[in-house]
């Protein structure tokens, strides 16, 4: 009996292990858009799988400087945007929130995680990926069962300054 009690509990425990060893990525993606030469456009990051209970997210979100401004959060869709820091980090801007309870919000296939508003500058026919990066702050995903990790499975987006006719009201533009 006392064998085959340590057999199930053996076996229990390796299923378990191997089982709960990494929690599946956290999908995300970003957004892909036009925008006109000096326009506003809001770009949103959106998850996709397994947002659940999570408790803390950080990472950094890189882009050309030259193609678009400096953003600024227009929108956060986890609990409590007062905790979330944003800081400009060049070409990039890092992002760091953390619940400030255990039990943190699911978000739905597709749900806006936050919205940043750029400008596009002056340089039409210019694209810029935007991307999820490692540096300077990697990325990091924490839930309330437990799990942590750096799993990330990501569809990048990109703003893409479109040819304009009206490229006289663009200040500086040299073609």
Do not use: Y
């Not at 990039?92 to 255990?102: D, G, K, R």
């Not at 296939?109 to 750029?118: A, E, I, K, M």
Request: with cysteine; hydrophobic share 45%; aromatic share 12%.
């Amino acid at each position: 009996m006392k064998f085959m009690r340590r057999l199930v509990m053996s076996w229990l425990c390796l299923f378990s292990g191997s089982l709960w060893a990494q929690f599946p990525p956290l999908e995300i993606s970003l957004d892909q858009v036009n925008a006109a030469p000096s326009a506003w456009v809001e770009i949103s990051v959106r998850a996709g799988s397994n947002w659940l209970n999570i408790t803390e997210l950080r990472g950094t979100l890189g882009f050309d400087e030259s193609i678009i401004d400096q953003p600024v959060v227009v929108f956060w869709g986890l609990t409590d945007p007062s905790q979330a820091l944003f800081q400009d980090a060049g070409h990039a801007i890092t992002f760091e929130w953390a619940s400030l309870i255990t039990v943190g919000p699911n978000l739905n296939l597709g749900d806006v995680v936050f919205t940043l508003r750029f400008q596009a500058k002056c340089r039409p026919e210019a694209m810029t990926a935007l991307n999820l990066l490692s540096t300077p702050e990697p990325l990091f995903w924490a839930n309330g069962f437990g799990w942590t990790g750096n799993n990330f499975a990501i569809i990048p987006g990109s703003v893409t300054v479109e040819t304009s006719s009206e490229l006289v009201f663009c200040a500086g533009f040299e073609p």
